[in-house]
């Protein structure tokens, strides 16, 4: 699983995001197939029920990371290896952990804080839960095309940056964050509108699960647009190498802000699960703002991630064609 995660990256590095698309596109079609017929047994192949998921997984993965390999191997997508140059190198493992560390613990921040969240949530009984375990999947759906624009952002600016041109990924990063901004809104607004038919959905026929989900979705809907802005600067901060800021800015979110504005408001104030609600979109736009700040000033920039070359050839080539084009 881990193999085809850097193969991943390594195809977004190049600017490749459709093959890995492909490969796990076909891996899911034929975990659809898989699964069921592990799962419930058919012919020589016995019933193994929830192991039987699993066996299948781990087959799709193994297969996909196969196909990743030979692709790399092959050298057909810019990259090529060869077995003789795999060798440790030290060096460049160190600064791998240097950069991986505070993206690893972001992520583990994330989870533990979504965890305690949840407790803190349980305590209001079983039909708040299930409303934000509603509102919780809808903002999941909103974070996927955010991810993706993260993802894109962070691919530009490490190229870019590594074609030591700044402006263009500051360029990137500005044009990234309208994007994400107008287009989580745009969600956001068609999402407010609808909240009630949308957790209907969730949960038919529990009238009152479904208007205090609906609230909460309401309470979010509207500030989707800087989770964009948050997504996209996160993409920046990645690309750039500037990993630690990206973790520190999920600490703010969740550990400075949305999980102590949410206990206290709701335990603290008459406003009980509302309080809960409403320190989602409160820590969406303070983290925005903070993002943007950290952004404007460009500390990024000085981040060096490899050792300095000066320019390539190709680099050097790239600048004269340009210059060239500018000057017709």
């Known amino acids: 699983m881990f193999t085809y995660m850097v193969f991943q990256s390594l195809m977004r590095g190049i600017g490749d995001v459709k093959t890995p698309m492909y490969i796990v596109l076909g891996t899911v079609l034929l975990n659809l197939i898989l ?87 349980a305590t209001f009984g079983t039909l708040t839960l299930a409303a934000y ?18 993802i894109a952002t962070s691919t530009l600016v490490g190229q870019n940056i590594g074609a030591g041109k700044i402006d263009r990924a500051e360029k990137i990063t500005k044009l990234s964050a309208k994007i994400g901004f107008i287009a989580l809104t745009s969600i956001g607004i068609v999402i407010f509108l609808f909240a009630k038919q949308i ?3 969730f949960i038919p026929g ?36 500037n990993t630690m800021t990206s973790m520190i800015l999920s600490i703010i979110s969740l550990w400075i802000l949305r999980f102590p504005l949410a206990y206290i408001l709701s335990k603290h104030t ?3 699960e509302i309080g ?25 920039k000085q981040k ?24 017709l």
């Open 133 to 150: 375990g509603i509102g919780s999947r809808i903002l999941m759906f909103v974070i996927i095309p955010a991810l993706g624009l993260s």
């Open 206 to 241: 529990e009238i009152k699960t479904i208007q205090s989900s609906a609230l909460f979705i309401k309470i979010m809907a509207l500030t989707f647009g800087f989770i964009g802005i948050q997504m996209s600067l996160n993409g920046l901060f990645r690309g750039s190498g």
């Open 35 to 121: 699964d069921p017929l592990f799962i419930f047994g058919y012919g020589f192949i016995p019933a193994y029920g929830v192991t039987g998921a699993a066996i299948s997984t781990i087959g799709t993965q193994g297969l996909a990371a196969i196909i990743g390999i030979f692709l790399l191997l092959k050298g057909k997508h810019q990259i090529q290896l060869h077995l003789n140059d795999l060798k440790p190198d030290f060096s460049l493992i160190k600064k791998m952990f240097k950069i991986g560390f505070p993206a690893s613990i972001e992520q583990s921040i994330r989870a533990l804080g979504m965890v305690i969240m949840t407790f803190l949530v």
């Open 276 to 300: 809960i609600w409403a320190a989602f979109p409160a820590a969406n736009i303070i983290v925005a703002v903070i993002a943007i700040i950290w952004f404007m000033k460009g500390t990024w």
């Open 304 to 327: 060096q991630i490899t050792e300095e070359i000066k320019l390539t050839k190709e680099t050097t080539k790239e600048t004269i064609i340009e210059e060239g084009m500018n000057s």
């Open 270 to 272: 008459a406003l009980a």
């Open 199 to 201: 957790s209907a959905i």
